[in-house]
């Protein structure tokens, strides 16, 4: 698997991207579970059928981009006017910075982007989930491995890691709008309708002060790269648990409807949650 992944990350974006294209309408076409998922997660968001039609193929550029940005070299990134300054001050405050990004875009390249940019002043962590394909596990753990970008896993263990890193000023990233398993999450209104969403991001924040930033990592066309967008939390996050889970996915409408054309909207986001410890 390593061996095609890195044979892959050599191809051009645009070529990548192109394949994704097609490879995102053949599964849309062929799967009618997916193709019935993404319709009605597309009409939930109060979205009409024309917004999904972009995100059908951007879908497939996601995956196909992915051994590229796991294993190839580096990929040209513009940061928009202001977005460099924002996470500047995030770090100057020192109070720990926490990401957030939705099924957004390129949220691979978020990490990897500001390692390269603000990682010597203060190292990056990332939430990630091993792989329960052995195959896949390998390769996901040797492809995150890079300079000032480190990982946390979803147990009690990463917690623990991240809270450290927020206290020691540093950054954590996440991507809040993953189903967590049961027992980490509450029930929130998501695009109007209950969808179990994890307390972690909210419980970071309340435990240790963080900045919040609002991040995500707009996929350019015709291969031309990636646009690294970042917005301030506007308001602070109430004492009480539900409700600061709740403005935290009410940012997250926010930024998947400023690029809907990029959003996953075939992810499982109203599933109920798996049953697992941590």
Not at 253 to 264: H, T
Request: charged share 15%.
């Amino acid at each position: 698997m390593i061996l095609l992944f890195r044979f892959l990350s050599r191809w051009p974006l645009v070529v990548l991207h192109g394949v994704g294209w097609l490879l995102g309408w053949l599964v849309f076409s062929a799967s009618p579970t997916y193709r019935r998922r993404f319709i009605a997660n597309i009409r939930q968001a109060g979205l009409n059928w024309r917004h999904g039609l972009t995100a059908i193929g951007q879908t497939g550029c996601m995956v196909m981009e992915t051994p590229r940005l796991w294993f190839g070299g580096a990929v040209p990134v513009q940061w928009a006017k202001g977005a460099e300054l924002l996470v500047q001050q995030a770090l100057d405050a020192g109070k720990g910075v926490l990401i957030l990004t939705p099924h957004l875009g390129c949220f691979e390249m978020i990490p990897q982007e500001y390692a390269k940019r603000f990682g010597a002043v203060q190292p990056i962590t990332v939430l990630y989930r091993p792989s329960r394909q052995p195959y896949l596990r390998e390769v996901v753990a040797t492809a995150r491995q890079r300079e000032h970008l480190l990982t946390a896993p979803t147990t009690l263990a990463g917690v623990k890691q991240m809270l450290k890193a927020l206290r020691a000023g540093q950054c954590v990233g996440l991507l809040p709008d993953q189903v967590p398993p049961e027992g980490l999450g509450v029930w929130s209104p998501f695009f109007g309708r209950e969808a179990y969403t994890m307390t972690l991001s909210a419980r970071l924040v309340q435990q240790t002060g963080a900045s919040i930033l609002l991040v995500r990592g707009e996929r350019l066309s015709w291969g031309r790269g990636y646009r690294f967008h970042a917005l301030p939390m506007r308001q602070e996050l109430p004492d009480d648990l539900a409700a600061a889970v709740a403005m935290v996915n009410q940012a997250m409408e926010q930024l998947i409807l400023s690029s809907p054309g990029q959003y996953l909207w075939g992810y499982s986001r109203y599933k109920q949650p798996r049953k697992e410890s941590v």
